[in-house]
């Protein structure tokens, strides 16, 4: 925070602006480190409680109930600090690639101040054990993130496809404010440490409310963690904002969703299994729908957004299967398999960024031949890939049986992952470079040195949290319980899956790249027809008679207020007039109409 208010009070130029934000995220992790490194020596966490604001609400009534208050409890545990190194590194990484790579962005002092409040922001969220301040950080770090993704303000196409990294998250972060404001109206706390004890004797307490609160967290969580079917916050933005900035935020929120919900989680395991099932299930359809869509369509970098959204799920699915079984402690491996995920996902955005750049298009049908002319970015982009396949091998060892239903979809997703995003790779480096720069070939050069290294250190860390998540010493760290030592079998069966995409993969290109593409781009035109003919319907039959009604309406209310003050205007006068009549002569008008109205409503005049 300190280093935000300096890059905002006295920050102007490029070069110190990301010197600036380089300080503060270095001396952050720095801290995280000592703090890690205090942790270990120690079996409970560290926590600090700072009292924010009270305010009375109620005299009478449960205690809980009768005032409101937030208070600020920083609870600096072992998932809170592994996910802060992880977050830290994504950003260490982007602003490293940035320095070089994003010379040429608008408001240079803007962007890297953002990032520092971002990370604060980050932090906020990872630290905070009370719900009400938890979102309070969650609210201000996607506030950032719009403003991220809407940095190149300059250019019509960034405006609009930003609305919907706006709007989409908007929603969905209501919901998880409607979920923390229903569990305060059910129990009268929003602190994690009081609430989880009372789920089941607190007064007035229903399966139906936990049931409620456990989907409305959900929603929150999946919005921020990209699950199909929201994607569309990550995959509208891949070409109009800058690469450092999207690579920071699908990696910082990935990390920050998957940790909430682990935190949250005995809500949803106090709801009921009917709950968990059905969860369960959204999270494997999510799996398969988002790599399954990365298969369509030959945009590089939206690829690699559906390849770790698809990991993402995987990651929920198996945080929720851990708690679903109570005999179990495995749900851990998920929050694991994210740690790893993050890291890599960010290597590859940049790797690919920068062969995109150098190759001046975003369509996989005409980049090629960057093994040869772009080697660094290539197998940087090759290794972040390899660590992003086998992100999952981990989770699915210690979470998932592989004769289950559950294992089987997921074994699915990790195959499907591992084919879209090794196809990135092998469209790019090999083959005929068919764009324009094929007519000046050698214009299409490496990243600038500076720039090269960021994708490996990323990659690096991204394979250390990949060879950790195997290990049980480090699940038993990350929640300080005993976890089983998995059979060597049964990594070997869900790397296998991996592996197997990877060679399905490498098989077809190297068979026919040209006829790989051209089915990838007519899945790609027919997948937009759809999705323009859905919008269409909901447009006709949605969108278009609430406005209408809504304008209707706008224009109906002044009417209809003119046409009342005409009428107070006219019965105005009336009285005034009958005032002036004189009396005698009213009321002997007044008996004749009378008389002859009685009269023609008699029976007789009726028959």
């Known amino acids: ?155 019509d196409a960034a405006a609009s496809r930003a609305r919907v990294a706006l709007a989409l998250p908007f929603l969905t972060d209501l919901c998880l404010l409607c979920g923390i404001a229903w569990l305060y109206a059910r129990y009268g706390t929003q602190n994690l440490n009081t609430l989880l004890p009372i789920l089941h004797t607190n007064p007035g307490w229903t399966v139906r409310s936990l049931v409620v609160a456990s989907v409305l967290l959900f929603l929150g969580v999946a919005g921020r963690l990209a699950l199909w079917p929201f994607t569309a916050w990550i995959t509208q933005t891949t070409i109009t904002a800058p690469p450092a900035a999207t690579a920071i935020a699908q990696s910082a929120w990935s990390v920050l969703a998957i940790v909430l919900l682990y935190r949250v989680m005995p809500i949803f395991a106090a709801s009921n299994q009917q709950t968990l099932q059905a969860l369960l299930a959204v999270c494997a359809v999510a799996a398969v729908v988002a790599p399954l869509l990365g298969l369509i369509g030959n945009e590089p970098r939206r690829v690699i957004a559906l390849t770790g959204s698809g990991v993402a799920a995987i990651a929920t699915a198996v945080v929720i299967s851990g708690f679903r079984n109570p005999s179990t402690t495995f749900a851990v491996a998920g929050v694991a398999c994210v740690l790893a995920m993050a890291p890599a996902r960010a290597a590859a955005w940049l790797a690919i960024s920068s062969i995109a750049s150098a190759m001046r298009t975003d369509d996989l049908s005409e980049m090629g031949d960057a093994w040869r002319r772009m080697r660094a970015s290539s197998t940087a982009l090759l290794a972040s890939i390899v660590v992003l396949g086998l992100a999952a091998t981990g989770a699915l060892t210690f979470g998932v049986t592989s004769r289950s239903k ?116 007519a899945g790609g035109v027919w997948l937009g027809r759809g999705v323009s003919a859905i919008f269409a319907v909901i447009d006709r039959f949605l969108v278009a008679p609430t406005t209408d009604i809504a304008r209707r309406l706008g224009d109906w209310i002044p009417e209809g207020d003119g046409a009342l003050g005409r009428f107070a205007t006219a019965s105005g006068q009336l009285a005034l007039a009958s005032a002036r009549t004189p009396a005698l002569p009213l009321l002997i008008v007044l008996a004749v109409v009378l008389a002859v109205a009685f009269a023609l409503v008699a029976p007789g005049i009726a028959r």
């Not at 992880?86 to 962007?111: K, L, T």
């Not at 960021?454 to 760290?477: E, K």
């Open 1 to 155: 925070m300190a280093t935000f208010v300096l890059a905002l009070s006295s920050v102007r130029t490029r070069r110190s602006a990301s010197a600036t934000a380089m300080l503060g995220t270095v001396l952050t992790l720095l801290l995280t480190l000592l703090v890690g490194w205090g942790l270990t020596k120690r079996s409970t966490p560290f926590e600090a409680a700072y009292h924010y604001f009270t305010m009375p609400v109620a005299f009478n009534g449960p205690t809980n109930f009768q005032t409101f208050g937030i208070d600020l409890i920083l609870r600096a545990d072992k998932v809170s600090v592994a996910a802060l190194v992880a977050i830290e590194v994504c950003f260490i990484g982007a602003i490293g690639w940035h320095q070089v790579m994003g010379r040429s962005e608008p408001g240079a002092a803007r962007f890297h101040a953002v990032l520092t409040a971002l990370l604060f922001a980050c932090v906020g969220v990872l630290l905070s054990r009370d719900l009400a301040a938890l979102f309070g950080f969650w609210a201000i770090g996607g506030a950032l993130t719009y403003m991220l993704l809407a940095h190149r303000w300059g250019l």
């Open 406 to 521: 559950l294992g089987i979809a997921l074994g699915e997703a990790a195959l499907l992952i591992a084919v879209a995003s090794l196809r990135v790779f092998l469209a790019t480096a090999f083959g005929p470079l068919r764009r324009r720069r094929a007519f000046e070939p050698d214009r299409v050069r490496d990243a600038p040195p500076g720039a090269r290294s960021w994708p490996y250190w990323l990659t690096l860390v991204g394979a250390a949290f990949l060879i950790a998540s195997m290990i049980t010493g480090w699940l038993n760290f990350l929640d300080g319980q005993k976890h089983p030592a998995p059979a060597v079998i049964a990594i070997g069966i869900w790397a296998a899956a991996a592996i197997i995409g990877f060679g399905a993969s490498a098989l077809v290109y190297v068979r026919a790249k040209d006829g790989a593409l051209r089915a990838s781009a």
